[in-house]
């Protein structure tokens, strides 16, 4: 039994005016209103869905609005989902510290900021190595004031059970240029960018 047509029944007074019977014309109606309260209430399901940023669909295009996008950093055409995950990234905000007094330029937050793209990347800055501090296998380097970023792939291997037949089983969408514009946002004008690909 649809619960929008037994509530409407539920509604009705008892007696023989109301004929309970599923042929009468007082059921009949009752279920062709229950279709209508029904039809309502999915589009009111769906049009609420349409306004969470990780959901929507056709509100893509006001949410990009809103928020300043398509962004500066990232040229030409995009895919859906990357869009959104670009909208999603900016909804939480640039850079997410681990406490109030950590700084933005540090190696975790770069990783974390560069993590909300999509892109997984070591970082690490240019320190001489000191006996005592560091240990073996430490990275040897001169303090140079260099900000090194290694990005560990920018191509997405094809997926089984993601990925369809007739897809290339490397996709490779972005060149880089948009992780160097998002590096210079928020890295210390004191430090040279190093990004190293794979």
């Avoid at 279709?35 to 209430?41: I, P, Y």
């Avoid at 007739?166 to 210390?188: K, N, V, W, Y």
Wanted: aromatic share 10%; hydrophobic share 40%; charged share 25%.
């Amino acid at each position: 039994m649809d619960k929008f047509w037994q509530a409407l029944v539920h509604l009705l007074p008892p007696g023989f005016a109301f004929p309970r019977a599923p042929g009468s014309v007082v059921m009949r109606w009752l279920k062709a209103w229950a279709a209508v309260l029904r039809e309502h209430h999915d589009w009111a399901k769906s049009a609420v869905r349409q306004w969470i940023p990780h959901r929507t669909c056709s509100r893509l295009e006001e949410w990009e609005e809103a928020l300043g996008l398509p962004d500066p950093c990232f040229a030409g055409e995009r895919d859906e989902e990357q869009r959104r995950t670009n909208m999603l990234a900016r909804l939480r905000g640039d850079v997410d510290l681990a406490y109030d007094d950590s700084s933005a330029e540090s190696p975790a937050a770069i990783t974390a900021y560069l993590a909300r793209y999509g892109y997984q990347v070591e970082v690490w800055y240019s320190t001489p190595f000191r006996v005592g501090r560091n240990r073996v296998g430490d990275r040897l380097g001169a303090l140079n004031g260099v900000l090194n970023v290694k990005v560990l792939y920018l191509c997405q291997p094809f997926r089984v059970g993601r990925n369809r037949v007739g897809q290339r089983l490397r996709i490779c969408s972005q060149d880089g240029t948009e992780i160097e514009c998002l590096l210079a946002r928020i890295a210390p004008a004191r430090f040279q960018i190093n990004v190293i690909y794979l």
